[in-house]
């Protein structure tokens, strides 16, 4: 399955007027990454903790499944306590009931001591707390089952309920959850609690989304090979340490997805696609991710590579900022076709290209949106026929602080921003105070 968008067998592109919105390029990443989701199942346990539901699952089973005790006491029927509350009542006592035994009968003008979660026996109604009993406790022989002596009569219990209502200290059957109720969405993230609840409602294992197998390629003649000597001793003049693909990687695997490579290549068409489907091929991956070579220099790479042959790509300039030129397309295969996502090179236009366009392809679930009040100093100025995503910190006040500049190669920035500033398209200037949709990322100092 192809993007909506269609791809011209040349390398195309949009500039100036022809932007277009995030949204759109969105969607065609999504489309073109649908036919590679699938789901696998898992068991309810630690590993499947953070991962994505396929599809929707209903509970097998009434919870609780039985009216069961809220508290230690004693069940009786609300017809055989006093009219008034507060006033002492003497019955005889019934067996024990404990958590997991069969709740059996209770005869009528009777009480049976019951523990916390024990199933509520047939004609009872109501639980009186042990602490509204004369002595306030259990009798030892009451966790024998033998019955009680409290004190009055051999066998008796004298109770003094504070209410005398039918239901009190009751769970009723289905009262959290329904057999058959909808109890897990598609896309929703398996915490510890959904677990939990869903092994309360009697399953055993979910479908959740497979995670892609990806390919990870910095591209760009100055980017240092993997294993350069580190710190700067023996760097070549113009070489750059390879940020994106650790970046990229880490930001992928955050998303769901599997790195199955990573790596670097130069500027050299021939060399990125030879590269790309000797990857493929070797690791059987869904996805290629590369970031440079898709703006408007002389040693473009992916756009050479999708000027040749098997490589199909679009060169849409989306009205964003940074992160504006992106490619997406396809590796032809002998059998199929491999989605790829093509992302600019500078650091920070790379990760929010992962982060607004990758993730939700991947079928990550979303980021939480809030609308917050900005705190400058003074004015900022942004260009309106873009949307500018400003690198920012949440204040404790309740406010956003931009952090850093606007600029795309400011990566210390991003480290230390836990949230997106958005300042939409049609915005010139912003102000001390303004709303701006803040979009919460993971990070940030602590």
Not at 144 to 150: K, P
Not at 250 to 256: D, P, R
Request: aromatic letters at 2%.
């Amino acid at each position: 399955m192809t993007a909506r968008r269609p791809y011209a067998k040349e390398a195309t592109t949009m500039t100036g007027a022809q932007r277009i919105p995030l949204a759109e390029h969105v969607a065609d990443a999504v489309a073109l990454l649908a036919a590679s989701r699938r789901g696998e199942v898992v068991a309810l346990d630690g590993q499947a903790v953070g991962r994505v539901a396929a599809g929707q699952q209903r509970a097998l089973v009434d919870v609780p499944g039985h009216d069961n005790s809220q508290m230690d006491g004693y069940a009786v029927a609300s017809a055989d306590l006093p009219s008034a509350a507060g006033v002492p009542v003497t019955l005889p006592l019934g067996g024990t009931i404990a958590a997991g035994d069969g709740p059996g009968r209770l005869a009528s003008g009777t009480a049976r001591p019951i523990m916390t979660g024990a199933a509520i026996p047939e004609g009872a109604d109501h639980v009186v707390p042990v602490e509204e009993s004369e002595a306030g406790s259990f009798h030892p022989a009451i966790g024998a089952g033998t019955g009680a002596d409290t004190g009055a009569a051999p066998g008796t219990v004298t109770l003094t309920p504070q209410s005398t209502a039918a239901g009190r200290f009751v769970r009723a059957r289905g009262s959290d959850t329904h057999h058959g109720d909808t109890i897990l969405r598609s896309g929703q993230v398996l915490t510890p609690a959904r677990i939990a609840h869903l092994a309360a409602c009697g399953l055993s294992d979910v479908e959740v989304e497979a995670p892609l197998r990806v390919i990870v390629l910095s591209t760009g003649s100055e980017v240092a090979a993997d294993g350069a000597e580190r710190e700067g001793a023996g760097l070549p003049d113009g070489a750059v340490y390879d940020a994106n693909g650790p970046g990229l990687a880490a930001a992928l695997t955050a998303a769901g997805a599997e790195v199955v490579h990573r790596g670097a290549v130069p500027d050299d068409a021939t060399a990125l696609v030879t590269r790309l489907r000797a990857q493929v091929a070797e690791h059987d991956a869904d996805l290629i991710v590369t970031s440079g070579g898709v703006s408007a220099g002389a040693f473009e790479v992916v756009r050479h590579a999708a000027a040749g042959d098997g490589v199909t790509m679009a060169f849409p300039s989306v009205a964003m900022q940074p992160g504006g030129p992106q490619g997406i397309g396809t590796l032809h295969l002998p059998d199929r076709r491999v989605p790829w996502l093509a992302f600019p090179g500078n650091p920070v236009s790379a990760l929010l290209s992962c982060e607004l366009i990758a993730r939700p392809a991947l079928g990550a679930p979303p980021r939480r949106r809030l609308h917050l009040p900005v705190q400058l100093e003074g004015e900022e100025s942004s260009p309106p026929q873009l949307a500018q995503y400003r690198r920012a910190r949440v204040l404790p006040s309740g406010r956003v602080r931009l952090v850093a500049g606007a600029s795309s190669h400011l990566i210390g920035g991003l480290a230390a921003a836990d949230a997106l500033a958005i300042i939409p398209v049609g915005t010139e200037v912003v102000r001390d105070g303004d709303i701006l949709e803040t979009l919460l990322i993971p990070g940030g100092e602590r």
